[in-house]
T-cell receptor, first 112, second 115 residues
Framework: SQQGEEDPQALSIQEGENATMNCSYKTSINNLQWYRQNSGRGLVHLILIRSNEREKHSGRLRVTLDTSKKSSSLLITASRAADTASYFCATDAKRAGNMLTFGGGTRLMVKP | EAGVAQSPRYKIIEKRQSVAFWCNPISGHATLYWYQQILGQGPKLLIQFQNNGVVDDSQLPKDRFSAERLKGVDSTLKIQPAKLEDSAVYLC?????????????FGPGTRLTVL
């Protein structure tokens, strides 16, 4: 079973708009990561937020984490057509091994 | 720096046939992972190696799937015999040892189609 679930499953926006994707998970975590996957490619790590952090920024990306609600959000500001991809959250539960459990992903389409 | 290499990129087989996938992780990465990604879903961890030892294989269907990492570098994932539901992309990833904060680096994947 998947630990994280993304919402929405699909999102279509115009270039320049902001895109927000949400992730919910079930068990206590050490950290939460967001990955991007372009069609037919492997996953690329975007950002990691630790369980004791509430917000993190990286370029046009902003991630928030609310451990009380077991949820996270990824905001992409000023989106570009090149941001079109699937976005996955991944969590590692409080156990050894760095094992990640991925959600089902949000498919983002940015129209030029 | 070279990334995670996987081969083949695509494979089409008949059900009940056997297939093997190969992965070469980033140099120096002691931890190696195999994931199965079914179309429209997120990746699911099949097995994790630390050097040449198995850390977790709880989601590996051991009646048909096997994996090895001899010498703690390259790894091979085998399916024998394949079923229709094994059609998926098989992703290999690697990371430095150092739980719990290391990011994983993914290869391009092998797309398997079982007919």
């Amino acid at each position: 079973s998947q630990q994280g679930e993304e919402d929405p499953q699909a999102l279509s926006i115009q270039e320049g708009e902001n895109a927000t994707m949400n992730c919910s998970y079930k068990t206590s975590i050490n950290n939460l990561q967001w990955y991007r996957q372009n069609s037919g490619r492997g996953l690329v790590h975007l950002i990691l937020i630790r369980s004791n952090e509430r917000e993190k920024h990286s370029g046009r990306l902003r991630v928030t984490l609310d451990t009380s609600k077991k949820s996270s959000s990824l905001l992409i500001t000023a989106s570009r057509a090149a941001d079109t991809a699937s976005y996955f959250c991944a969590t590692d539960a409080k156990r050894a091994g760095n094992m990640l459990t991925f959600g089902g992903g949000t498919r983002l389409m940015v129209k030029p | 720096e070279a990334g995670v290499a996987q081969s083949p990129r695509y494979k089409i087989i008949e059900k009940r046939q056997s297939v093997a996938f190969w992965c070469n992780p980033i140099s120096g990465h002691a931890t190696l992972y195999w994931y199965q990604q079914i179309l429209g879903q997120g990746p699911k961890l099949l097995i994790q190696f630390q050097n040449n030892g198995v850390v977790d294989d709880s989601q590996l269907p051991k009646d048909r799937f096997s994996a090895e990492r001899l010498k703690g570098v390259d790894s091979t994932l085998k399916i024998q015999p394949a079923k229709l539901e094994d059609s998926a992309v098989y992703l290999c990833a690697s990371s430095l040892p150092g739980w719990p904060y290391n990011e994983q680096f993914f290869g391009p994947g092998t797309r398997l189609t079982v007919l």
